[in-house]
């Protein structure tokens, strides 16, 4: 099941692109500090210079800092904000490519449902390059989603006969607290209402966010870092349970 494993691959390398992105500040700041540190160096012996590098110390502490700026600090708020949301996008990209691959290349893996029908519009056949899988999946777009957890965990029970426990109940809420906040990100500009806190009543973020109604919520650091952390955990745990199966599917009987 070499795909499904590069398929995580993908994942992993495109959360680590969304790492980049927020830390670009720091980039910038090192290659400033780096700039400050040379020009130190270069001039130390010129007694002209010697009086500013006690200032030139003083301005790269303050680069190291910088992050914590008033200005800045509602800015990469708003940057770990936009990271959440795309790596929460990832991982719904992931489930549905995973759907394909298990399509087009393990359908026997795949429970149907009893009597179901797909019904496939023929303006998609009008594609060039699709195959089985891009079929299916568009097909069943308003029947199987990945937006949240409960509909996801429903997808891996229903289709690919994963039933187990994943994760733990704290990674779970934490799963369905970023996958409600990029909801409310994107469509309601960070403002939380009644719809995102109703999401998270069987969580610990309820109590913590319940009184918030109307104000805009703050996404730092840790929370991004916890997030990108629990879905790429997730991911992982579903491609191992997908490789657990079939290892135990192929396996010789015992004669």
């Not at 927020?22 to 007694?47: P, Y």
Request: overall charge neutral; aromatic content about 8%.
């Amino acid at each position: 099941m070499e795909e499904i494993v590069n398929l995580y691959k993908k994942l992993e390398s495109s959360i680590k692109e969304i790492d980049e992105l927020t830390n670009i500040g720091l980039d910038v700041s090192n290659i400033c500090i780096s700039m400050l540190i040379n020009l130190q160096e270069k001039h130390k012996e010129i007694a002209a210079c010697k009086e500013y590098s006690s200032k030139i110390d003083n301005v790269i502490e303050t680069i190291k800092t910088i992050k914590d700026n008033p200005s800045l600090k509602e800015k990469y708020k708003i940057l770990y904000g936009e990271s959440l949301v795309l790596v929460v996008s990832r991982f719904e990209s992931f489930m549905s490519d995973l759907f394909r691959i298990m399509i087009d290349y393990y359908p026997r893996k795949i429970t149907w449902p009893e009597k179901g029908k797909i019904g496939i519009e023929v303006s998609l056949l009008n594609y060039s390059n699709q195959t089985v899988g891009d079929l299916v999946v568009k097909a069943l777009k308003g029947d199987i989603s990945f937006q949240d957890l409960k509909s996801t965990l429903s997808f891996l029970a229903n289709y690919l006969n994963i039933k187990k426990e994943l994760l733990e109940e704290g990674e779970r809420e934490k799963i369905i607290f970023s996958q409600a906040t990029r909801h409310i990100i994107i469509h309601n500009n960070y403002k939380i209402d009644g719809a995102f806190l109703k999401q998270l009543s069987k969580t610990k973020f309820y109590d913590v966010l319940k009184d918030e109604i109307g104000k805009k919520i703050s996404i730092d650091s840790d929370t991004y870092i916890t997030s990108r952390k629990i879905f790429l955990k997730f991911a992982d745990a579903i491609v191992k349970e997908i490789l657990a199966k079939n290892e135990t599917s192929v396996r010789p009987k015992d004669s």
